[in-house]
C-alpha cells in the first residue's frame, strides 16, 4: 500500500507527510489520516462557478455535504480569488477521476487549492451523479487536509466511489483542526493528489 501511494503521489511532501501519519495510525487506526497543511482555521472560500450547470451542481452537492458534517465550513463564492477553485479537466489521465493541487504559504498554512473532476473518465466508467458526487467530497477533502484512506469504507478511499463522507472522515478533520500545525516542514510546499478510476 505504501509503495503503490508513493507512485501514485510522485511528490516527496506526500512520503513526508505520510511518515507523520503511520505514526499517528498507531494510535488512531479507524481515522482517515491526514497531514499538517491545512487552513488556518476550519473555513475556506470556494468558487464553483467554472464549470458546467451539471458540474456546478455537483461540486455544490459536495459542499452541502461537507458543511452539514459540522466539522468545516466552505463558503460559496463566484469571487477568482477564492481560496479554493474548482473545475473540470479533460486533458487529466483516463485512468484518473480527479486531482487536487495544494499550495502553502510562507506561514505554513494552505494558500490556494485547485481541485479538479475529470468528465470523461468519470462518464466512460458509468459514474452515477451520486457517485460523482463522492468524487467530489473526496477532492474537498484533500482541498481541506486531508489522505488517503486505505480503508473502502471512507470518502478518502483514493479511488472512492461508492462511499460518502463517513465518520472516520469527521473525527480526521476534527483532529487535524484542534492540531498545532507543523509550519516548519509545510511553509511553501505545493502537494499533488491523483485519484486513480475504480471499475466496478
Ligand atoms: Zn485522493
Known amino acids: 500500500m505504501l ?21 499517528l495510525a498507531v494510535s488512531a487506526a479507524e481515522i482517515t489520516p491526514h497531514g499538517t497543511a491545512r487552513w488556518e482555521s476550519a473555513t ?16 455544490n452537492k459536495a459542499v452541502t455535504a461537507w458543511n452539514q458534517t459540522g ?3 466552505f463558503v460559496l463564492t463566484s469571487d477568482s480569488s477564492a481560496q479554493i477553485n474548482t473545475s473540470t479537466n479533460t486533458s487529466l489521465s483516463g485512468s484518473y477521476t480527479g486531482m487536487t493541487y495544494i499550495t502553502t504559504g510562507s506561514d505554513g498554512y494552505m494558500q490556494s487549492v485547485t481541485s479538479e473532476l475529470n468528465p470523461q473518465t468519470l462518464a466512460a466508467y458509468d459514474y452515477s451523479t451520486a457517485e460523482k458526487v463522492n468524487v467530489a467530497e473526496h477532492e474537498l477533502g484533500h482541498a481541506l487536509g486531508l489522505l488517503h484512506n486505505p480503508n473502502r469504507a471512507s ?5 472512492n466511489r461508492y462511499y460518502s463522507i ?30 486513480p478510476v475504480n471499475v466496478k
Open 3 to 23: 509503495k503503490k501511494f508513493i507512485k501514485i503521489s510522485g511528490s516527496i511532501v506526500i512520503i513526508t507527510t505520510l511518515l507523520i501519519v503511520t505514526s
Open 44 to 59: 475556506a472560500t470556494i468558487n464553483t462557478s467554472n464549470n458546467s450547470a451539471k458540474y456546478q451542481k455537483i461540486w
Open 71 to 73: 466539522v468545516f465550513e
Open 155 to 159: 470518502v478518502m478511499f483514493a479511488a
Open 166 to 195: 463517513q465518520k472516520v472522515d469527521t473525527q480526521s478533520v476534527q483532529q487535524l483542526y484542534a492540531t498545532q500545525m507543523d509550519q516548519v516542514s509545510m511553509r511553501n510546499k505545493k502537494i499533488i493528489f491523483r485519484d
